[in-house]
């Protein structure tokens, strides 16, 4: 049932998206809609969604937006490490529209950008063009221009109708993302050689080195990894990834589209499954290898593999056990993690993503426990409340909530970028469970108790938790 917190008495349209767990009245969450006007949302746009997530880290291709110059900056590196190399961190590249532009039209423009870009960076293996809402709203023909300047410099140019404006969070450039890699650049060589054991890894973008973590996993059950989608590939990987026998999807948000699509037009199959937490990759280790009859490698990997991590994992439950956790992530994660908090004997009272759909609400309301409080779309004075009144021992969000909760005395864990990462695999959740502890252990949270705020929001109990 919709939910009133005190800060949306002027706002009441709010309340749909707020409910609690157990209630009585199920998962009723309003999400994926547009934003009401004078709600301060946190959300992304399209652009960010396409841009950022999906097509961004694509480490060969010169990602050139078609816009003004802000938009280039503010999309650029704040993925840190989703690639091998560091061409995208060194980089980025514009159109650069101004006020001429605007008046007199900016294909020109874009045309001549690409082509320059091309002849500085001959080494790239092609060009991605993203559309910005400047450019869409005085009509420039992106596409087209994609086109000639494909045949001038002879590599592929892929144009993404990405505008800003087209969905009401960045979850619609997902789906662009993923529709214009699938269309202009998959299928589009046939290579000869053997994939009868070979997978994609979908929905997975390297955050922190991730597939450090899982890839030899994989590997060691005697598979080949064709392509992931997109962390740390290539456009060369991308034009291959019809071949491979099934597709892995890890965030199923941004990456169901394009698995789809392959389903469709060539019969490949998917699982959806979740790399982070110890029982999630091993199921996850399990169900692919059924797929390929390697059940007795899952179990010999899983067994030497979990046997290496858990005596750390051990350590830090003892310290972790008990504390309360609210989340809030863009989508998935807010229902992939509420288990891994729970192997570390955590409990989570609050999940909310920024665009998840009504899939992602369902997931998140079978994971939690009555009385979970869960909202769509956030913002900051409702974080700042439900922070106020439900009191989490840490709060795991992203950049952009990490200085209201140190502000508000909460221990905070960067859910999207992560802190030291990753946090993927076996591996990985040594690091998030080292993590979480660092956080809550800190020092500081005890000068804050007594020098900052009278009634802080942290319930540690830091005598016996400081190091
Ligand atoms: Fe998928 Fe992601 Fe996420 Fe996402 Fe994101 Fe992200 Fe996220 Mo930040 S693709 S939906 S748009 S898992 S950038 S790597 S952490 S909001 S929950």
């Not at 999906?54 to 590196?77: E, M, N, R, T």
């Not at 101004?98 to 690409?114: I, R, T, Y």
């Not at 169901?256 to 959806?272: L, Q």
Request: hydrophobic share 35%; net charge negative.
């Amino acid at each position: 049932m919709a939910t009133r917190l005190k800060c949306n008495d002027t706002i009441p349209e709010r309340d749909a998206h707020i409910i609690i767990k157990g209630d009585g009245t199920g998962c009723s969450i309003k999400s994926n809609s547009a934003t009401t006007p004078g709600d301060m949302t946190e959300r992304g746009c399209t652009y960010a969604g396409c841009r950022g997530v999906v097509g961004g880290p694509v480490k060969d291709a010169i990602q050139l937006s078609h816009g003004p110059i802000g938009c280039a900056f503010y999309s650029w590196g704040y993925r840190p490490h989703v690639a091998d190399t560091d061409f995208h961190m060194k980089y980025t590249f514009v159109s650069d529209m101004d006020e001429s532009n605007v008046v007199f039209g900016g294909e020109k423009k874009l045309l001549q950008s690409v082509i320059e870009a091309a002849a500085e960076f001959p080494d790239a293996k092609g060009v991605f063009v993203y559309n910005t809402c400047t450019a869409a709203l005085i009509g420039d023909d992106g596409k087209d221009v994609a086109k000639m300047a494909q045949e001038e410099i002879g590599k592929p140019v892929v144009f993404f109708a990405c505008e800003g404006f087209r969905g009401v969070s960045q979850s619609q450039g997902h789906h662009v993302g993923n529709e214009t890699i699938f269309r202009n650049l998959v299928g589009s060589v046939e290579p000869e050689e053997d994939y009868a054991y070979s997978i994609n890894i979908l929905g997975d973008y390297n955050i922190k080195n991730d597939i450090k973590t899982f890839e030899p996993l994989f590997q060691a059950l005697g598979l080949k990894i064709i392509t992931r989608f997109t962390g740390n590939v290539s456009v060369d990987e991308l034009k291959i990834m019809h071949k491979a026998k099934l597709n892995v999807i890890h965030c199923t948000r941004s990456a169901t589209y394009i698995a789809d699509m392959m389903k469709d037009k060539y019969g490949t199959p998917s699982i959806s499954v979740t790399l982070w937490g110890i029982a999630n990759m091993s199921k996850a280790l399990r169900e692919t290898a059924a797929f390929f009859g390697l059940e007795k490698e899952a179990e010999r990997v899983i067994k030497t593999e979990v046997a290496k991590v858990q005596p750390k994992i051990d350590h830090f439950k003892k310290r972790l056990a008990g504390k309360k956790v609210i989340i809030y992530q863009g989508g998935p994660r807010a229902w992939h993690w509420p288990e891994l908090l729970e192997e570390l004997g955590m409990e989570v009272i609050g999940a909310a993503t920024t665009f998840g759909h009504h899939d992602d609400y369902e997931k998140i309301y079978s994971k939690v426990g009555d009385g979970t409080l869960i909202m769509d779309n956030p913002n900051v004075p409702e974080l700042e409340e439900i922070l106020r009144t439900y009191k989490p021992d840490i709060f795991i969000a992203g950049n952009k909530e990490k200085y209201l909760a140190y502000k508000l005395g909460v221990p905070f864990l960067n859910g999207h970028t992560y802190e030291t990462g990753p946090y993927a695999g076996f591996s990985g959740m040594v690091n998030f469970a080292r993590d979480l502890d660092k956080a809550l252990s800190a020092p500081v949270w005890k000068l804050v108790r007594d020098q900052a705020r009278p009634s802080p929001v942290s319930t540690l109990d830091l005598e016996e938790d400081v190091a």
